[in-house]
């Protein structure tokens, strides 16, 4: 008798492209569990059919259940999944997404180790942010300040822009609803845009914890990466919600953040920069390949196949 856990995984050729999936989808108070190659979500309302291929990142809010035969679908496919808290703001756990190349994580690890090329990276991240300001021989102090500087600036603009009152930058970790209207705006977006950058980066293969601007958490890369789009998609994307009022501020700054996403094809950007950044548009990776690619260490950092006993020459296999 056939089973679903015996269906044959994808190979990466199969896989849906990250920068061509929804980038998030939010679910509370709900069973979820699998038809096929959908993800379905039962409620009071009945039921709702996913494709789950289409998935970037799958948000688990209060009151959701899960079984395994979806997290084995999702898994298959390679989407992200994050159980976060209320509205959306609290992270508490990440599921592993499909990886089948070390290329990125390589990269990665290569220029974290080395002290110069860490912030050699960390610039290029801040001349992502603003690329009308030249990070160039700035130590990491003054990149800071200078984010300082335009983050407030970013705030005042977007309240002449939407016409939304705005005071300062207030988090309230315990309670969401401390804040006024557009400071919960912004703690959505910013929570929100986490979960998109850790599907992104642990699809690609990369370290969650290997930061070159955040340090000593094992989401630092994320939060790095999550900043990227900070000042012109986040932000811009929480006023918008704001202007609206403030009755059900998370929900609609998530749709506003997901239309804007879309809108500006985040995700491919994401990727590109990602591998940008590493310096690994050209390293070695099997995304392209319709099998994995396992190698082995030899003498002169080179890499040769495994499936073989060196001493006799013969396949062990």
């Keep these: 008798m056939s089973t679903i856990g015996r269906r044959p995984s994808s190979t990466p050729r199969e896989l849906t492209r990250v920068g061509d999936r929804l980038s998030f989808l939010y679910l509370e108070r709900c069973t979820i569990h699998r038809d096929d190659n959908a993800i379905t979500a039962t409620d009071a309302d009945g039921v709702t059919h996913v494709p789950s291929a289409t998935i970037g990142t ?81 130590s990491r102090q003054e990149l800071l300040s200078m984010e300082g500087h335009r983050l407030k600036e970013c705030y005042r603009r977007e309240s002449a822009r939407t016409g939304v009152p705005w005071r300062r930058r207030e988090y309230h970790r315990d309670d969401f609803s401390a804040g006024d209207p557009p400071n919960q705006a912004i703690t959505a977006a910013a929570q929100c845009m986490y979960g998109v950058a850790h599907s992104v980066v642990s699809a690609l293969g990369c370290s969650p914890g290997l930061g070159f601007v955040h340090s000593g958490h094992e989401r630092s890369f994320v939060l790095d990466v999550a900043d990227l789009y900070k000042t012109d998609v986040a932000i811009p994307a929480a006023f918008d919600a704001a202007s609206e009022g403030a009755e059900d501020i998370a929900s609609r700054t998530r749709r506003a953040l997901r239309d804007r996403i879309n809108e500006t094809r985040l995700l491919d950007r994401c990727v590109r920069d990602i591998k940008s950044l590493l310096g690994a548009t050209g390293s070695r990776d099997t995304t392209e390949a319709d099998q994995d690619r396992v190698t082995l260490h030899s003498d002169g950092d080179t890499h040769v196949d495994s499936g073989h006993n060196y001493g006799t020459d013969e396949p062990i296999w």
């Design 58 to 138: 799958l948000l688990l809010g209060p009151g959701t259940r899960v079984t395994h035969q979806a997290m084995a679908l999702l898994g298959e496919c390679g989407a992200g999944v994050t159980w976060v808290g209320e509205f959306g703001v609290r992270f508490y756990a990440g599921g592993r997404a499909l990886t089948r190349s070390s290329g990125l994580i390589e990269a990665q690890a290569t220029a974290w180790a080395n002290r110069r090329t860490r912030l050699e990276v960390a610039r290029a991240m801040y001349g992502l942010r603003f690329p009308d300001e030249d990070p160039a021989g700035h």
